[in-house]
């Protein structure tokens, strides 16, 4: 088992950061596995290397150490080949195309397709998608259950590259995830919409075996809202500064996604314990936006 702990540097860690660590470095653990760290730094108007620095220190400092160290860090910024090169093996067998569709004209989450007959030439300031055939992708969440997503429906033509020259969260995941041999896709709920395209892609790319996916359960604020990044009460940082230790904070993650019935001090070695004592499968739970 291979797993990655993925983390975007457009801010500093927050406890939903740290619920996703308990996740990670818990199943993992539980089941003798390896965690990969990897800088998904492709948006480069929004990550910062200030924030990789503050993340890399505050994981460290909360016991959260990766398997093959951080030297080097694998980021995206710094795999534009790699992405160049999964683009050229797509477009030999599948329609890749220029799209000059701004994100005010894509209404909702759906592509239309607009440009995909257009035959636009790939320039400065377009995006470059691939088109996506109807038909059902299935797999079998760890701790949502059995999903099926239709991905022609739900986004359409898949953008690679943005307007802005920048290869989208979509592609570059799908890319490292095959590349890296990433055997278990460990995240939060929200990115279960996005499974089913990753699938389809990783078969248009080649891609041979299928990970194992488990997505669980996101903090939430009082009334519902996903949690900010910018929410001080939340910040890692802060929370350290008010005097919180490592297991104070790894506590304060699990209760507040009901890994633990109340409050109590984790220590990062013991988050292995919340997979082994019970199994995931007694903890699952659907989401509302399934
Ligand atoms: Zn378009």
Redesign the pocket.
Known sequence: MRTRYAPSPTGHLHLGHVVNAIYVWGLARAAGGRVLLRMEDHDRVRCRREFESSILEDLDWLGFVPDDGLHPILRQSERDDVYRNALEQLRRTHHVYA???SRK??SGER?E????E?GLADAPGR?L?VRIDEGVETFDDLLLGAIEQDPAHQCGDLLLRDRNGNWTYQFAVTVDDMLQGITDIIRGEDLASSTGRQLRLRQMLGGTGRPRFAHHRLILKPGGAKLSKAAADTGVRELRQSGMTPEDIIGTAAVAVGLTDEFMPVPAHRVPAFFRDSPPAARIHRASSQ
């Open positions: 799209c000059a569709c004209q894509i592509y397709g607009i440009c995909r257009r995006g998608r």
